[in-house]
Nanobody
Framework: VQLQASGGGLVQAGGSLRLSCAAS????????MGWFRQAPGKEREFVAG????????YYGDSVQGRFTISRDDVKNMLYLQMNSLKPEDTAIYYC?????????????????WGQGTLVTVSS
C-alpha cells in the first residue's frame, strides 16, 4: 500500500484546511487509518484515527472538537477536515494505515505511512 498525503499549506489562525490521503497498491482494506503530526523538535503525535468503514473515530485531546476524520473506502481516500486552526497546529501531517484497533493511537502500530504534508498556521 502506498499513501500520498496532500492539502497542506499556509493558513491564518482560525482558518480551515482539508487534508487528503490517497491510497494505492494492493486492494485497500485497512481496518484502521489515522493521521499523525510532528512539529519541529517534538515527537510524533496522534491526531485522529478511524476504524473500518468509518464506524468509530478517535481524536487527540488537542484537536477534539476542531478536526474531523473521514474515509471513503470506495475511492481509497482518507480525509482530515481541520477547523479553527491554531499556531500550535503547525506541523508535518502524516497519514498512516493498517494498525490493529487497539493500537489506533500509537504510531508504532501502523504498517504504512505517507510522506507527510506541511501545515503552517500563522498568528
Amino acid at each position: 500500500v502506498q499513501l500520498q498525503a496532500s492539502g497542506g499549506g499556509l493558513v491564518q489562525a482560525g482558518g480551515s484546511l482539508r487534508l487528503s490521503c490517497a491510497a494505492s497498491g494492493r486492494t485497500f482494506n485497512s481496518p484502521v487509518m489515522g493521521w499523525f503530526r510532528q512539529a519541529p523538535g517534538k515527537e510524533r503525535e496522534f491526531v485522529a484515527g478511524v476504524t473500518w468503514r468509518g464506524s468509530t473515530a478517535y481524536y487527540g485531546d488537542s484537536v477534539q472538537g476542531r478536526f474531523t476524520i473521514s474515509r471513503d473506502d470506495v475511492k481509497n481516500m482518507l480525509y482530515l477536515q481541520m477547523n479553527s486552526l491554531k499556531p500550535e497546529d503547525t506541523a508535518i501531517y502524516y497519514c498512516a494505515a493498517d494498525s490493529p484497533n487497539w493500537g489506533i493511537m500509537e504510531s508504532k502500530r501502523y504498517k504504512y505511512w505517507g510522506q507527510g504534508t506541511l501545515v503552517t498556521v500563522s498568528s
